[in-house]
């Protein structure tokens, strides 16, 4: 078995005032993380995030 793809889906409980910047970070924070940067190159990675509003 060989791993050619990786799709991630974040699940966010945040505040509304919160959203803005989780997207920011969402767009940037593969290159700070260990695992990605292993793989990039040989595996494509995708992200997307699904957001509920805090309780």
């Given at each position: 078995?060989?791993?050619?793809?990786?799709?991630?889906?974040?699940?966010?409980?945040?505040?509304?005032?919160q959203?803005?910047?989780?997207?920011?970070?969402?767009?940037?924070?593969?290159?700070?993380?260990?695992?990605?940067?292993?793989?990039?190159?040989?595996?494509?990675?995708t992200?997307?995030?699904?957001?509920?509003?805090?309780?």
């Open positions: 078995m060989v791993v050619k793809r990786i799709h991630v889906t974040y699940h966010l409980k945040l505040a509304p005032d959203r803005e910047a989780a997207q920011r970070v969402l767009e940037f924070h593969a290159d700070f993380c260990p695992v990605a940067r292993t793989l990039r190159g040989s595996v494509e990675i992200t997307s995030v699904e957001m509920e509003d805090e309780k």
